[in-house]
């Protein structure tokens, strides 16, 4: 009997080394599965914030520069990445027209009262309300659709075709779910230079 035991306790060593191997790949894949997903999401932020630029920077406005930021704040409030920058570019020409009665207002927000400390915190004001964030502005913007939101932003009955204009900039911009296959060269993302003045013709 003793011999039984003893023959038995390899045995009992080698399944516990087995388990613990097989907790040590799975936990080392989730791991990686993690780490991958963090990548792709990153990479995908880069692709938005260099096709934005690149956007701006072919047109020389003064908002090149923003388009991490305008990325990443568009996450953050789950709206298009193309609509913060595509609002911009028919508010002010991206910048370059921008409220003269108050700071830092490229986006026409709050019919130019309202005065921000930079571009980043007009950024993350705009983005929050848009995407239903803020309680006193969700009433107009929360669950809608693109059009939906730039018709609360701008009516028709003020503006006519004011959200098909910015949508078509935001086309121009670049896709809605852009590609990872995209090339890092700014000057090669999908921008087409001048075509939004297309959308002011409409």
């Known amino acids: 009997m003793g011999g039984n035991i003893s023959s038995a306790g390899p ?3 080698s399944t516990s080394q087995f388990v ?4 040590e790949n799975i936990e080392s894949g989730a791991i990686l599965a993690f780490n991958q997903a963090v990548d ?13 630029d690149a956007y701006f920077s072919e047109r020389k406005m003064p908002l090149a520069g923003t388009g991490m930021k305008m990325a990443i704040e568009a996450e953050k409030n789950n709206i298009d990445w193309r609509l913060l920058p595509a609002i911009a570019v028919r508010e002010s020409t991206g910048g370059r027209h921008a409220c003269v009665k108050a700071s830092f207002s490229a986006f026409g927000w709050g019919s130019c009262k309202i005065n921000f400390k930079s571009h980043d915190h007009g950024i993350e004001v705009v983005a929050r309300n848009l995407g239903g ?3 006193n502005t969700a009433y107009h913007y929360a669950n809608k659709t693109v059009l939906e939101i730039l018709r609360a932003y701008n009516p028709p009955s003020i503006i006519p075709r004011y959200g098909e204009q910015v949508i078509a900039i935001m086309n121009v911009i670049g896709t809605e779910i852009p590609s990872l296959a995209q ?8 921008v087409i230079k001048d075509e939004s003045q297309l959308a002011f013709n409409q």
Do not use: C, Y
Request: charged residues 30%; without cysteine; glycine residues 0%.
């Open 133 to 135: 964030n803020n309680p």
């Open 20 to 23: 613990l191997s097989q907790k």
């Open 40 to 52: 792709h999401k990153a990479e995908l932020l880069r692709i938005k914030a260099e096709a934005i």
């Open 11 to 13: 045995s009992i060593v």
């Open 183 to 190: 090339t890092n060269d700014p000057k090669e993302i999908s």
